[in-house]
C-alpha cells in the first residue's frame, strides 16, 4: 500500500512540475516574444517570478517527502535561473554617489505616494508629508475633500501643492513652480470605490496625470506624478472579472504608448513616477525601464513590495511592488529606498538623485 501511495504522490509531483514548466516556458515566451501570441497573453506578464515559488512549492515538498533529492534540486535550479533571469532584480551594482565634476550637480528628494483617497486620515497624511520633508511628493489616488484642498496648501507650505482631477494625481513641489498642467489621458476614468465595467466607463472623464516643471536652483526641471489606470470588476462573476482585466491591460498599453511619446519631447532632467498598478514585470513597467531609470532598482539587487499593507486576509503582509520613480535625462541616482510608513495600502518610494546645476551655478 505504502508503494503504491508512493507512485500516487510521485505521479503527482511529476505532473505539477511538468505543467511548472509549461507556465515558465509560456511566460518566457511572452515576454520576449519569440513565438507571436495574441496580445492578451501579456497579461501573464504582471505575473512576478517571484510568485510562481508557491506553483513549485507542491512538487519540491512532494520530492524531498520521497526523498528524490535530484528531482527537487533540479527544479528549485529552474525556479530560481527563472526568478533571477527574468524577475525584478538587477545585477547593476549601487550607482556613484557623485558625478565625476561634483561641483555641476545638485543634490534632490523625491517621493511617490498613494494617498488611497485619504482613508488613512487626512491629517496622518498631511503630518507624515512634514515629517518626509521631500523636495517633491508625487501623489496619487487624490480623492480630496473640496474644503481641504486650502487646508493641505497651506499646512505643507513652504511647499506648493498642484492637483488635477478628482481621484486622480497631483504635485507637492519645495522649489518654484514655472508651469504646471494637467494632460488627459485617451483612456476614460474608472471608480476607486465602485466596480466597473469597460461599457459604463465610457462617459465618465478622461484621466489624467499632473506635469510641474520646476526651476530648482536655475534647472529647469520636470516632475511627473502618473498613476495607470485600474480598478475593480463590476461584481466577482468569472467574465466581468476577466473582461474588465482585459480592458485594463488595452488602456494601460494605449495609457504607455501616449505617455512615452510625451516624455520624447522633454528637454532636460525629467522624474516621474507613482502608483502604476502594474509589476515589474509587465509591459507597461518593462517599456518604461527601458526609457528611464528605476531609481529604486538602481541601488537595490530586488525590487521588493511596495502594495499590500494592510491586505485582508494577509494582513500587512506586502505581495507586489507597483509604485515606482523612474528618471530620465541626466538625471544619475544616489540612493532611494521604500519607506516603512502606514498611511495607505501602499509603501512609499523615496528617492535622491543629482541633477545638473544651472551654467551659474558652475562657475
Known sequence: MTSIV?????????????????????WINVTIDLIPMNQRWLALGYFPPIWSLVLALIPLAIYLGL??????????????????????????????????????????SIVALNLRYYSFGFDAIVEAI??????????????????QIEVMKERVHPGVF????????????????????????????????DGNTPEEIQGNPFRSFVHAIVDVNGTRTHIISVRFIAGRAANRQLGNVINWGFHVLAAQQRETDFFLEYLSHLEGPVIFGGDLNATPTSIVVRRLSASATDLYLS???????????????????????LDY?????EV???????????ISDHYIVYAECLIPAAPAAQN
Do not use: C
Open 162 to 193: 498642484h492637483m488635477g482631477q478628482q481621484e486622480s494625481t497631483a504635485i507637492i513641489s519645495r522649489y518654484p513652480v514655472l508651469e504646471f498642467r494637467e494632460v488627459k489621458f485617451p483612456t476614460r476614468q474608472a471608480s476607486l470605490f
Open 130 to 147: 512634514n515629517k518626509m520633508d521631500v523636495d517633491f511628493y508625487l501623489l496619487s489616488e487624490n480623492d480630496i475633500k473640496p474644503e
Open 299 to 321: 541601488d537595490h539587487f530586488w525590487g521588493g513590495f511596495t502594495f499590500g499593507t494592510s491586505f485582508p486576509p494577509l494582513t500587512n503582509i506586502p505581495n507586489s511592488r
Open 332 to 342: 544619475q541616482p544616489v540612493r532611494s529606498e521604500i519607506l516603512d510608513i502606514v
Open 325 to 329: 520613480l523612474f528618471a530620465m535625462n
Open 6 to 26: 508512493g507512485l500516487i504522490f510521485k505521479w503527482i509531483a511529476n505532473l505539477w512540475a511538468a505543467l511548472y514548466l509549461i507556465f515558465i516556458a509560456t
Open 67 to 108: 526523498r528524490f533529492y535530484r528531482r527537487a534540486l533540479i527544479l528549485f535550479g529552474i525556479y530560481l535561473m527563472f526568478f533571477l533571469g527574468f524577475g525584478d532584480t538587477s545585477f547593476s551594482g549601487e550607482p556613484s554617489h557623485h558625478f565625476k565634476e561634483e561641483a555641476r550637480t545638485q543634490k534632490i
